[in-house]
């Protein structure tokens, strides 16, 4: 008799466990990060910090900007109203995703295309800004185009994460392509001569010709990279929270002003194919 009420006993623990177990998975799908937001009157976006033009510490006074900090701060006041504050967190190309995934950001807003394969990890905005793959070379350099990169010897230079480094063997299938932690990283490579080009969208490359006038961006873009914001998978109401924040920011022709603030000076970039309405 013992025996029987011992082992009724262990199956009722067993039976709490699986159900505490179940609600725990429960309560942590049903995070509602919008909700969450709205309480702590703060949305924490994942940005990049070696991306001028779109994201770049200053560090005169340690704060991130660019494109992306301006428009996530403008997105922030619509869904929060106008006291909601936006804190940054920095991220890589190769670190936005677990970090994201992990709950330490509640969105990615970092030069991140909308791709099919990123799709089944993530839920992506529409797209805020459409961009192009390109090459960066020296302005002495031979190379013309991602066509004359594709050849046995031929080195090229990117981020990990980033799908630039994939597309690439599409282009110029013969070439090596070696691969840095970030855009500064990748940088120096090149002006060091370790690769004959780098490989990333027109629009970073056109912040790093910007700043280093020996360096010019080749060839124009060889493919379509439409930004997206990402959010975790399931984040429906945060989803929607801004894309109707996209929409708004763009009527107002605050999003006008953004693109020109940033691009209207650069060389090469053509205004009226991004300004929106
Ligand atoms: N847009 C490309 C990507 O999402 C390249 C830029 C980046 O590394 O963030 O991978």
Request: with cysteine.
């Amino acid at each position: 008799m013992k025996k029987v009420y011992q082992k009724l006993g262990l199956l009722f623990a067993l039976v709490v466990m699986v159900m505490s177990l179940g609600a725990c998975s429960n309560s942590s799908s049903k995070k509602n990060v919008l909700a969450d937001d709205k309480k702590s009157n703060t949305i924490t976006w994942g940005v990049k910090a070696d991306t001028k033009l779109f994201g770049l510490m200053d560090v005169k006074d340690n704060q991130i900007k660019g494109f992306e900090v301006d428009l996530a701060k403008a997105m922030t006041k619509q869904i929060l109203g106008k006291d909601g504050k936006a804190r940054f967190l920095q991220v890589t190309s190769q670190t936005r995703m677990p970090l994201l995934r992990n709950g330490n950001i509640d969105a990615i807003m970092a030069t991140m295309t909308i791709t099919p394969e990123r799709e089944k990890q993530v839920d992506f905005t529409r797209s805020y800004f459409d961009a192009g793959q390109a090459i960066l070379v020296k302005q002495n350099s031979k190379v013309k185009s991602v066509k004359s990169l594709n050849k046995k010897g031929a080195v090229i230079l990117g981020v990990v994460g980033s799908n630039s480094v994939q597309n690439i063997k599409k282009f110029a299938s013969k070439a090596k392509v070696l691969q840095l932690t970030d855009y500064s990283q990748a940088l120096t490579a090149l002006k060091s001569g370790q690769g004959d080009a780098l490989t990333t969208d027109n629009g970073i490359l056109y912040g790093m010709s910007v700043e280093n006038p020996g360096y010019v961006v080749r060839g124009g873009a060889f493919t379509k990279e439409p930004y997206g914001i990402a959010v975790d998978q399931g984040q429906t109401g945060l989803k929607n929270a801004m894309n109707k924040a996209l929409t708004k920011v763009e009527k107002s022709g605050q999003y006008n002003k953004l693109i020109y603030k940033w691009f209207g000076h650069v060389k090469g970039f053509d205004l009226k194919e991004a300004y929106r309405q």
